[in-house]
């Protein structure tokens, strides 16, 4: 496998620069600093129009924002993976899967922890449902886990979705894509749209039903198959007026009507396994630290929470 070593800050690894299946790695550059320190490497998985780095290295926009330098700073060996912005829980799960195959490979590691933000819910889900002895455990922060309202709505509109679906595939996909360097990514926005969907969730969920709450709004089961399972999520919609992407979730969240969510996911569809807590003052963008880190005012850093959710899984041994 070929390795590209990219200079920077926190020393940035691209694995497999030949293949559509990279991930990106953040090395620890504090050896003494063990607060994030895991057993098993922390592989991310990014959402719905999601990606790993937007840009060049030095200069570039990365989806969770200053999160992986800072675990990395604290000891954690992190990996970013990036899978189609756009396709079906089963699609993406797959290329995942590989990835963190690749990451076994380069590591030595036995297992890998795998955190997942909105789509990565279900599709670190899947990975640990198609190879649950290599995952440790599984994060999902503001998981689709049980479908979303505002998937509903659209592919409520028919010919509309289809319309949409053509248009952003067309135009919007292969900039992003072209952006990250990642021109051959399949993409299928109206299989992500069914994935994502109330009916697609309760599909996928018969088929991994581990973690998924058997209550409305309950806690799912901690630890299943040797695998820990932990969620949090925001509940606001609106957080900061000068956050560009304040107007695209707070309409957003009005699919949702008077239940609580953070502009694209309700708070009880977050739900999964331990829940850690579902009421951070987030909108959905913000539990990722974007855009650029513009939040709420006294909302709680996203920065240190994946840096307090590391410490978390080094203290279960994981």
């Known amino acids: 496998m070929k390795s590209k070593l990219i200079t920077g800050l926190v020393g940035l690894t691209l694995l497999g620069s030949s293949s559509a299946f990279a991930a990106v790695q953040t090395t620890p ?13 922390i592989v991310f998985n990014h959402g719905m129009f999601g990606f790993t780095r937007l840009g060049v290295p030095e200069f570039g926009l990365d989806y969770f924002y200053r999160v992986l330098p ?21 699609v993406r799960g797959e290329q995942l899967v590989r990835q963190v195959e690749e990451v076994l490979a380069i590591t030595g590691a036995k297992k890998v922890n795998l955190i997942g933000h909105s789509h990565g819910g279900p599709t670190t889900r899947y990975a640990a449902g198609v190879i649950p002895s290599k995952i440790a455990s599984v994060t999902t922060v503001a998981g689709v886990n049980k479908g979303s309202k505002v998937a509903d709505l659209l592919l409520s509109t028919g010919v509309g979705a289809t319309v949409v679906s053509a248009f952003v595939e067309a135009t919007l996909v292969p900039v992003m894509n072209w952006a990250q360097g990642k021109p ?38 901690a630890v299943t198959n040797g695998i820990y399972n932990y969620s949090w999520t925001g509940n606001k919609t609106v957080t900061n007026v000068l956050d560009p992407d304040t107007i695209v979730v707070g309409l957003a969240g009005l699919a949702f009507g008077f239940t609580d969510n953070d502009g694209l996911v309700g708070t009880c569809s977050a739900h ?47």
């Open 70 to 90: 800072d675990l990395a700073s604290n000891g954690a060996t992190v990996y970013a993976t990036q899978v189609s912005p756009l396709n079906s829980t089963e």
């Open 272 to 318: 999964f396994g331990k829940v850690i807590r579902d009421d951070y003052a987030h909108n959905h963008l913000d539990e990722v630290n974007q855009i650029l880190g513009l939040r709420g005012l006294f909302s709680p850093d996203p920065v240190e929470l994946y840096r307090q959710h590391a410490n978390r899984l080094k203290l279960a041994g994981l």
């Open 29 to 41: 550059t504090n050896t003494k600093a063990t607060y994030a320190k895991t057993k098993y490497p």
């Open 184 to 221: 051959n990514l399949p993409t299928n926005m109206n299989a992500s749209l069914k994935s994502l969907s109330t009916q697609g969730a309760l599909t996928f969920n018969k088929r991994f039903p581990n973690g998924i709450p058997t209550t409305e709004c309950g806690q799912g089961t």
